[in-house]
């Protein structure tokens, strides 16, 4: 939901576009789903990118979509988040001589490679580009929590926590840097067709993952904390009236999902069984 924080004092240096901060963003998780339409989105509007994920071919084929596609050039950086501490002198070596105006981290695992995925990615990629940012005063962070991320999920438990740390980090942080022309924003979207939500199919609820990038980056400047677009900006207020904490906490809801997984998982089933005769 949006939900800007900015006092009026601020507003003139965190008041900024991405299309302004011309210098090398760097958008992570950047070969499928919500970091690649944020790539494509900021090449679109006249940017070069730096793209890093974990797949090299992958990683390649995007680089050419998006030089052919916007005639932007792009730099790419392959490494495993899920890897933890060991890889960032390698990613700090990769950046280095770059200008980054903007980082995008965004990627997606298990206990310890959803926590170094999802969490630890975070600080450590921040660590690397904020002090040159807070150099030339100026920088843009767009943090990916989730919907998730904003009350606790029963059933999502971990997934759940790791968002709610990116969207304190993110919150802190950018009270911390705002006065030094650092904005740091935190998006936190509800369903996103991606491969991660096994592509649903696109509708008022569920946005293309290029449409959210577009809408989102709108929102930059005017809010640090956003649901990234206005149907999820709706249902955000929604559940919060219709599925109140101690409803999505009770053992009687908790309940009913886990029996609704259980037909849902049968379902995929015997449809994979059907498609593979
Ligand atoms: N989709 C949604 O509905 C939704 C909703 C709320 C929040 N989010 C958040 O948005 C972010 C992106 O999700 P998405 O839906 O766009 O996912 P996605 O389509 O599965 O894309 C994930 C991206 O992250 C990269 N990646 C995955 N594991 C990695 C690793 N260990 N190291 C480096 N890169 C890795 C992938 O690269 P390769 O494929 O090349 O390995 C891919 O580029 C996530 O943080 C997710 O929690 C998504």
Known sequence: MANGTDGDHFKARSDMQPDQLSKDPVVTGATSGIGKAYASELARRGL?????????????MVAKEIEDQYGRKTRTIQVDFTDGHSIYPAIAKALQGLEIGILVPDAERKITQVINCNMLSVPQMTRLVLPGMIERE??????????????????????????IFVSYFSQCLHAEYKSKGITVQCVAPF?????????????CFVKSASGFAREALNTVGHSSYTSGCLSHAL?????????????????????????LAKVTEAKQKQELREKEE
């Open 48 to 60: 070069d990118v730096v793209l890093v994920s974990r797949s090299a071919d992958k990683l390649q």
């Open 138 to 163: 100026t920088g843009l962070i767009i943090n990916m929590s989730s919907m998730v991320g904003t009350s606790p999920q029963p059933l999502l438990s971990l997934y759940s926590a790791t968002k």
């Open 191 to 203: 369903m996103v067709s991606t491969n991660m939500t096994m592509n649903m199919k696109v509708n």
């Open 235 to 259: 249902q955000n207020v929604a559940i919060s009236i219709l599925l109140p904490d101690w409803l999505r906490m009770s053992s009687f809801l908790i309940k009913m999902l886990r029996n």
